[in-house]
């Protein structure tokens, strides 16, 4: 069997990027203090600098365009089952006894 996949918390993988922007260690020397490949601490340290700037950012904003992205399939999605939820109706009032209540 091969290898099991190895899954690394936020909080680790943020140590680690911080530990390789303080540059007090080469990336050969921190790989083989936290047991992963240098590359790996590259790609860490990366996406750490790439997304520092939506910790001041006060949460996530998005585009207009994200926004109508996310928002039209539920809207769809909303039509759909008010037509279903009207059909329904429609057909219970047909098929429904006379004496039961509405």
Do not use: C
Not at 4 to 23: C, D, M, N, Y
Not at 52 to 77: M, N
């Amino acid at each position: 069997m091969g290898k099991t996949r190895r899954r690394f918390s936020g909080e680790f993988k943020a140590k680690v990027a911080i530990e390789a922007l303080r540059e007090g260690k080469t990336l050969a020397e921190l790989a083989s203090e936290f047991g992963i490949h240098p590359n790996q601490i590259t790609a860490w340290k990366s996406d750490f600098l790439r997304n520092a700037g939506k910790v001041f950012g006060g949460g996530e904003e998005f585009s207009e365009a994200e926004v109508d992205e996310i928002k039209t399939p539920l809207y769809e999605q909303i039509g759909r089952l008010k037509v279903e939820l009207d059909w329904l109706k429609k057909k219970y009032a047909e098929f429904r006894p006379k004496g039961d209540l509405p």
